[in-house]
């Protein structure tokens, strides 16, 4: 089985650029998660998608980030214009059929964004 | 509010002698628990989670966790460790209902020294 991809791996930008990730989930996941990684800390969830509708999104700084997931499988998540704090790792997750506490989630190997 | 404490930042322990990484949360029930390992340039794994019943949990590569309510913890515990092990730990907690809304921790570093 196929795990969750992600692309690219690396990206730099110059500050007040812009940026988007892709995401393709394991096939069949009906929840898709996007967590934001700063050095040192622990994931932090920026949306969580059922589907293609959007779950949860309290922790997306929507002034600046926008995510969408078209026909509930794959799923971009756009930054613009960067900042200097959104210097992090971008992971994405699904999980399986409910998005319920049981799924297990299932991580890709995460975007490493720099902005300069 | 839902909130996840690992008290060490890093921990080194020598290749075979046993380990425990540490979890408090914090959350007005029995939520629900994971740990997570992640290498280098790696996403996450899910190493074991604890919804209820059994307070041990058996997970993979040969971890285990306890549940102990009255401490409000959820340590991590090998018995004889890899230099394979070598990685970033991570607590988590959600609430026991509705979709996963998972809270991670700051992160425990493992070093394995031979």
């Known amino acids: 089985e196929a795990g969750v991809a992600q692309s690219p791996r690396y990206k730099i930008i110059e500050k007040r650029q812009s940026v988007a990730f892709w995401c393709n989930p394991i096939?069949?996941?009906?929840?898709l998660y996007w967590y934001q990684q700063i050095l040192g800390q622990g994931p932090k969830l920026l949306i969580q998608f059922q589907n293609n509708g959007v779950v949860d999104d309290s922790q997306l700084p929507k002034d600046r980030f926008s995510a969408e997931r078209l026909k509930g499988v794959d799923s971009t998540l756009k930054i613009q214009p960067a900042k200097l704090e959104d210097s992090a790792v971008y992971l994405c997750?699904?999980?399986?059929?409910?998005?319920?506490?049981?799924?297990?989630?299932?991580f890709g190997p995460g975007t490493r964004l720099t902005v300069l | 509010a839902q909130s996840v404490t690992q008290p060490d930042i890093h921990i080194t322990v020598s290749e075979g002698a046993s380990l425990e990484l540490r979890c408090n949360y914090s959350y007005g029930a029995t939520p629900y628990l994971f740990w997570y390992v992640q290498s280098p340039g790696q996403g996450l794994q899910l190493l074991l989670k604890y919804f209820s019943g059994d307070t041990l949990v058996q997970g993979i590569k040969g971890f285990e966790a306890e549940f102990k309510r009255s401490q409000s913890s959820f340590n991590l515990r090998k018995p004889s460790v890899h230099w394979s092990d070598a990685a970033e730990y991570f607590c988590?907690?959600?609430?026991?209902?509705?979709?996963?809304?998972?809270?991670f921790g700051i992160g425990t570093k493992l070093q394995v020294i031979p």
């Open positions: 096939s069949g996941h009906a929840t």
């Open positions: 988590a907690v959600g609430p026991p209902w509705g979709y996963q809304k998972v809270t």
């Open positions: 997750a699904s999980s399986s059929p409910s998005g319920g506490q049981e799924d297990t989630q299932y």
